[in-house]
């Protein structure tokens, strides 16, 4: 099913990678909730991680893709690793920021962007690597920080931030895809939850 919807992601986008991650951890995260109703989302994340870790002979093999050719030059870990290793970016990023944005009294909305900028903020983006090097990935991960220092999407001075974070970002022609894959995960895993503060599609 992840082979088929990544086929067709690539037919719809005439072969541009939009979100290959999020097909791969989302796809991953279905199977492991699937097996582990009613459980926790780190439970899930350890059984997704179980299922990463099998061996896939049908796999295809893409040695030259950016992904595996920035892993290899930087001798970074990539979206697969990220899964094998139970979704650390999530389980320890993206969903505590997301509830504490929540308990601050941040909309919805700047909950999301603040759970994106704590994975961003440590995340080894691969798609930012492969763009603009280590100093993109050291300014990306900086300006989340400087974002979230500031008080968030919700604060004055967090939207300053956002801002020039986003403009930096732009003139590198830099951006965060494999965060923005995790926040989907992350996304996810936080409406399983018995009592999700948002209803499914709000903004």
Known sequence: LGRD????????TAGVNTHRGAIWALGLLCAAAALESDATAERIAISAAALARLEDPAAPRNPDSHGARVCRRYGVLGA?????????????QGLPQLNASRRAGAGEQ?????A??????????????HRAGL?????MQQGARAVLA???A???????????????????????GGAADLLAATLFLDRLAPAAPAPIGSN
Do not use: K, W
């Open 135 to 139: 100093e993109g990935l050291e300014r």
């Open 150 to 152: 500031a008080g968030g």
């Open 80 to 92: 697969r690793e990220q899964a094998q290793h139970g979704f650390p970016a999530v389980i320890e």
């Open 116 to 129: 994106l900028l704590a994975i961003m903020s440590q995340l080894t983006d691969t798609c930012v690597l």
């Open 154 to 176: 919700a604060s004055l001075a967090g939207r300053r931030q956002l801002r020039a974070l986003d403009h930096a970002m732009l003139a590198l022609n830099a951006s965060p």
């Open 5 to 12: 919807g990544e086929a067709e992601m690539l037919r719809v």
């Open 110 to 114: 700047n909950a999301r962007l603040d």
